[in-house]
């Protein structure tokens, strides 16, 4: 069971990235997935969930209305859009699954997150 996760890199202030986290050994459909990051210093933080029952979405306040999270079955991959960035986006990023009726709330606080990818660097910086 794999998650890996890419598509980070350097991006100036107010650009755009999208990270890619592809699925194998596990199928994404079954599972909650989310995205979380943590920053040098600071502790992990859940940025992005999406619900295994209905595909319903929740976003950190910190990225809500900037980034957009997204799956594509039949690649077995999920997506993170991140538009207007900043700075203090700058972080590692972390694509995560877990099964089970796992709330936006505890899935984003990493409690029931059960695979994690192996993160990609994503920094913001001119």
């Known amino acids: 069971v794999q998650l890996q996760a890419s598509g980070g890199g350097l991006v100036q202030p107010g650009g755009s990235l999208t990270l890619s986290c592809a699925a194998s050994g596990l199928t994404l459909d079954y599972y909650n997935i989310g995205w979380f990051r943590q920053a040098p210093g600071k502790e992990r933080l859940g940025l992005s969930y999406?619900?295994?029952?209905?595909?319903?979405?929740a976003y950190a306040d910190s990225v809500k209305g900037r980034f957009t999270i997204s799956k594509d079955n039949a690649k077995n991959t999920v997506y993170l859009q991140m538009n207007s960035l900043k700075p203090e986006d700058t972080a590692v990023y972390y694509c995560g699954a877990g099964a089970g009726p796992l709330s936006a709330t505890t899935f984003l606080a990493g409690v029931g997150v059960t695979h994690w990818g192996q993160g990609t660097l994503v920094t913001v910086s001119s």
């Open positions: 999406m619900s295994v029952i209905d595909g319903s979405t």
